[in-house]
C-alpha cells in the first residue's frame, strides 16, 4: 500500500526552464511534507518542507505548493540548473507523538536530469 | 555541520553471512532510522529507535535486527544474508520533538551486494 506516491519517474527539462515534480498521498493523517534530494553514491539530503496549515513554502529557487483536499504537492525549481539534475524523493509524516517518533513515508522518487 | 557516518560505503557478502552494518551520529539525535532503497520502491523503513535499547519495527523488518546499546550507534543486522537483500541500505537520524522531529538527516549509504 503506497502512501506516498511520484507517478513520474523522470522529468527532462532545459537549463533556465521550471522543473515541477508531483506527489500525491493518501493518508489523510499526513500533516508535515518535505522534499529529499539524493545524488549518486550519496545519503539524501533536506531541501524544503511544509507543514499542513501552509499552502506554499519557498526557498531561493526552490517552492513546495501543497493541496490538501487534492492530497498534493508540488515541488517548482524555478530557474532549473543543470547541477539539479538528481533523485528527489517526497515525504510525509503524521503529526510527531505517540509512537510516530517523526517517521517519514517516501515516494518513489524522480529522476530530474536537467540538459545545458 | 551535523554528520551520519556508515560503517561502509560497499559491501559484497555471501548467502547465508550474518552481516552488519554500523551507523554513527554526531549530533546527539534521539531518533535513528534505517531504511533500504531499491529502483521504483524508493525508500523503505526497515527499523528506528527513538531512545537507547528502545526499537520498533518499520514496514520491512523480516530478515533484519537492529541494535542500539549507546545514543550515537544504531547497528543493522542481517542474520542470514539472502540475494534480494542486495540493496542500498541508508541510516538516518532526526531529534524527538516538536519540528525537529520531522527532518532526517542521511549518512552517504552502504551498497550492499549478496552473492
Known amino acids: 500500500d503506497q502512501q506516498v506516491k511520484q507517478n513520474s519517474p523522470s522529468l527532462s527539462v532545459q537549463e533556465g526552464r521550471i522543473s515541477i515534480l508531483n506527489c500525491d498521498y493518501t493518508n489523510s493523517m499526513f500533516d508535515y511534507f518535505l522534499w529529499y534530494k539524493k545524488y549518486p553514491a550519496e545519503g539524501p539530503t533536506f531541501l524544503i518542507s511544509i507543514s499542513s496549515i501552509k499552502d506554499k513554502n519557498e526557498d531561493g529557487r526552490f517552492t513546495v505548493f501543497l493541496n490538501k483536499s487534492a492530497k498534493h504537492l508540488s515541488l517548482h525549481i524555478v530557474p532549473s540548473q543543470p547541477g539539479d539534475s538528481a533523485v528527489y524523493f517526497c515525504?510525509?509524516?503524521?503529526?510527531?507523538?505517540?509512537?510516530?517518533?517523526?517517521?517519514?513515508?517516501f515516494g518513489q522518487g524522480t529522476i530530474l536530469t536537467v540538459h545545458p | 555541520d551535523v554528520k551520519v557516518t556508515q560503517s561502509s560505503r560497499y559491501l559484497v557478502k555471501r548467502t547465508g553471512e550474518k552481516v552488519f552494518l554500523e551507523c554513527v551520529q554526531d549530533m546527539d539525535h534521539e531518533n535513528m532510522f534505517w531504511y533500504r532503497q531499491d529502483p521504483g520502491l524508493g525508500l523503505r523503513l526497515i527499523y528506528f529507535s527513538y531512545d537507547v535499547k528502545m526499537k520498533e519495527k518499520g514496514d520491512i523488518p523480516e530478515g533484519y535486527s537492529v541494535s542500539r546499546e549507546k545514543k550515537e550507534r544504531f547497528s543493522l543486522i542481517l542474520e542470514s544474508a539472502s540475494t534480494n537483500q542486495t540493496s542500498m541500505y541508508l541510516c538516518a537520524s532526526s531529534l524527538f520533538g516538536a519540528q525537529g522531529a520531522y527532518t532526517q538527516y542521511f549518512g552517504p549509504g552502504t551498497r550492499l551486494t549478496v552473492l
Open positions: 515525504a510525509a509524516s503524521a503529526r510527531a507523538g505517540g509512537t510516530s517518533y517523526g517517521k517519514l513515508t
